[in-house]
């Protein structure tokens, strides 16, 4: 297309690249406030696609994407090391699951009731600056070439590795949907973590249980620590978790889940281009210390939403610096074994109330606030991690392969059937 004077036109609208958790929260909140043609670039099913997965976060909702909230819980749970067991109120705050499949499907139905969007099955190759906008080059499934242009490319591809880092985690967990033969789960109460289970020699594991009903769970194992495990390793956890700690009893595995997220300290440059910007994981939308993404994308997809309504550089930062400088701190303890992890946690939990905690890893605290939640973790550990930060070089990032591949998600064979 060509402007009145013969010179090409100006790319209009958005490329959204990548149609998981932050492209389609963006294509959601931008096709909700403006007016903005939009384009969402997702791959046909295949490898590059991630398997079904539950993203947690906590809010006051009801919120966007409510239909697709699974189960939502008004209680949070702690169990220590010793096996006292904290329950905290976070209310106005309450914990909510989607399950990505119900969340695609929604915002799916509503860009299609949408004039100016349109989702692409295509796999992009090419993403960047052109005259006066940004262009994404793509491979349909038939084989054709596509060449998408647009004033801003946001891309969410997940990164091929890890930023170099002073520490880099990975938080790597599975996770079995569970079916018991007697009532065994309290609905209102989710168990954040579990640190009953055995402890790994670095780093440190807990047990994580989302009830959907009372003979129904997401029974998770989680650890931080620097590598993942085999799928057997997890499915052995997490057999010792059910049957030791939780005393399920009967139960049948319906389905399972794993995955790992990255806890790092490096930098995700969120700029890739005059025009163009990296959002979700890419961009450093996880939080480095608990890998909750899924409430910063949406706090950063209406911030890009206003930001593009009324002409302003399009992409804020999804972390505060303070949060981040906090998050290097405690990742660097734990990796240095200077603060015992499970320890670390339930000490929050017990000494700070449960609503100024979320918020706190919202990053919507005062540095008052912040100052007495620093009062609740061992100080002298965390000030000599402090001290030593600015020394430390960030080296290249270990090479774990990342995003990891898609693992299978059969149940096991070991459990024994209702
Ligand atoms: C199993 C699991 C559970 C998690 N649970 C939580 C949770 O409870 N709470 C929370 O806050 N965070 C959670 N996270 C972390 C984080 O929220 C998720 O990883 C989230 O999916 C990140 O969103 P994203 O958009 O950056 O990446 P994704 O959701 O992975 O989206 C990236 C998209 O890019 C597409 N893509 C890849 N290559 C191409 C290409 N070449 N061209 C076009 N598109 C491409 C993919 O198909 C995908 O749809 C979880 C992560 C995992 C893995």
Redesign the pocket.
């Known amino acids: 297309m060509r402007g009145a004077h013969g010179s090409p036109a100006k790319p209009e609208g958005v490329v959204i690249?990548?149609?998981?958790?932050?492209?389609?929260?963006l294509a959601h909140w931008l096709t909700k406030t403006g007016r903005t043609p939009v384009t969402v670039?997702?791959?046909p099913d295949g490898p590059?696609?991630?398997?079904e997965?539950?993203?947690?976060?906590w809010d006051e909702g009801p919120g966007a994407f409510e239909e697709a909230v699974l189960a939502s819980w008004p209680l949070l749970r702690i169990h220590g090391r010793d096996g006292g067991a904290l329950t905290a109120d976070p209310a106005p705050l309450r914990y909510r699951?989607v399950r990505?499949t119900a969340f695609e499907t929604l915002v799916h139905a509503r860009l299609a009731h949408h004039p100016g969007a349109r989702v692409v099955r295509?796999?992009?190759?090419t993403v960047r600056d052109v005259p006066g906008g940004a262009e994404v080059r793509?491979t349909a499934p038939d084989g054709r070439e596509l060449t998408l242009r647009g004033r801003y490319a946001f891309d969410?591809?997940?990164p091929r590795r890890l930023p170099p880092a002073r520490t880099t985690l990975l938080q790597h967990?599975r996770?079995w949907f569970v079916r018991t033969a007697a009532p065994r789960f309290d609905p209102d109460v989710a168990d954040l973590m579990d640190f009953r289970v055995p402890q790994p020699r670095h780093g440190l594991a807990f047990g994580y249980v989302l009830p959907l009903a009372p003979d129904r769970a997401l029974v998770e194992y989680t650890e931080f620590s620097r590598a993942p495990l085999g799928t057997a390793a997890y499915e052995a956890a997490l057999g010792h978790y059910t049957r030791e700690v939780l005393g399920l009893g009967a139960l049948r595995v319906e389905t399972a889940?794993?995955?790992?997220?990255p806890m790092t300290d490096g930098h995700f440059p969120r700029r890739a281009g005059a025009s163009v910007f990296r959002?979700?994981?890419?961009?450093g939308?996880?939080?480095p210390a608990t890998?909750?993404?899924?409430?910063?994308?949406q706090r950063q997809s209406r911030a890009v939403a206003r930001a593009l309504a009324e002409g302003r550089d399009p992409v804020p930062r999804p972390h505060g610096r303070r949060a981040l400088a906090m998050d290097a701190v405690l990742l660097r303890a734990l990796d240095a074994g200077r603060v015992d992890g499970p320890d670390f946690f339930t000490g929050l939990f017990r000494g700070v109330p449960a609503e100024r905690l979320l918020r706190f890893l919202d990053g919507a605290t005062s540095p008052r606030e912040e100052f007495g939640i620093g009062l609740r973790t061992p100080i002298g550990p965390m000030l000599r991690t402090a001290a030593e930060l600015p020394f430390l070089p960030r080296r290249a990032a270990p090479d774990v392969p990342f995003?990891p591949r898609r693992t299978a998600v059969r149940p096991p064979s070991g459990e024994k059937p209702l």
């Open positions: 690249v990548g149609g998981g958790a932050a492209g389609l929260s670039v997702e791959p590059l696609r991630p398997a997965r539950t993203w947690c976060y699951m990505s295509a796999t992009a190759h793509c969410s591809r997940p967990f996770g889940e794993q995955g790992v997220i959002i979700g994981t890419a961009g939308a996880t939080r890998g909750y993404t899924f409430a910063t994308v995003p």
